[in-house]
């Protein structure tokens, strides 16, 4: 299995509040990617990055940002939370095209 | 709207039965992916697929990727209650890159 580890797994928080979801692998993949799912629309892109300090906007980008400042990790951020950002956020690396996932970070908005 | 749309989005059927999954888009894709995704847990790659037309099988799942490659189909022959699963289809639209989009999923349940 890929080393990819996801924090926090579980996180409720009030409308308004940052919220900082971390990435870390030890794979040394170069491709890593942030992820939400929710019931009817798979998974959609919000950001990925093809390497440090290098990020592209996904489908789904508005309200969060990102930051990459060393291979291993890959942080998502949302400024300030919404109860539309209530979902499961998954990240992913690859190096080949073949995605490999962690395990999933559920957050809640209330 | 998301570029790629599967149907359906929902399928429950009888062990032994057939069925076909599918995934369209307006856009071309330089390749497509399909993924196989457990309750807990995230995706798991099943197949990538490159050449318009191409077919590939992988025991009872047969992956056909397009001649056009805008759209591509699961076809799994005599399903077992084991395949029961979310199923997602993922494309590149930019050569050369590891963007990939998913698409919007189909929940098969296979019963015993």
């Known amino acids: 299995d890929a080393g990819i580890t996801q924090s926090p797994r579980h996180k409720v928080t009030e409308t308004g509040t940052p919220v900082t979801l971390r990435c870390h692998q030890t794979?040394?993949?170069?491709?890593m990617y942030w992820y939400r799912q929710d019931p009817g629309h798979g998974l959609r892109l919000i950001h990925y990055s093809y390497g440090v300090k290098d990020t592209d906007k996904g489908e789904v980008s508005d309200g969060y940002s990102v930051s990459r400042s060393k291979t291993e990790d890959f942080l998502l951020t949302l400024e300030s939370a919404t109860s539309s950002q209530t979902s499961v956020y998954f990240c992913?690396?690859?190096?080949?095209?073949?995605?490999?996932f962690g395990e999933g970070s559920r957050l809640t908005v209330l | 709207t998301q570029l790629l749309e599967q149907s359906p989005q929902f399928l429950s059927i009888q062990e032994g039965e057939n069925l076909t999954v599918y995934c369209n888009s307006s856009s071309v894709f330089s390749s497509l992916q399909w993924y196989r995704q457990e309750p807990g847990e995230g995706p798991v790659l099943l197949v990538t697929v490159v050449t318009g037309g191409e077919v590939k099988k992988l025991k009872r799942l047969t992956f056909q990727f397009g001649d056009a490659r805008k759209d591509s189909s699961l076809h799994i022959t005599a399903a077992q209650p084991g395949d029961t699963g979310l199923y997602l289809c993922?494309?590149?639209?930019?050569?050369?890159?590891?963007?990939?989009?998913f698409g919007t999923g189909t929940r098969l349940k296979v019963l015993a």
């Open positions: 794979e040394n993949h170069r491709y």
């Open positions: 993922a494309g590149v639209l930019t050569s050369g890159t590891y963007k990939y989009i």
């Open positions: 992913a690396i690859t190096n080949t095209g073949e995605l490999f």
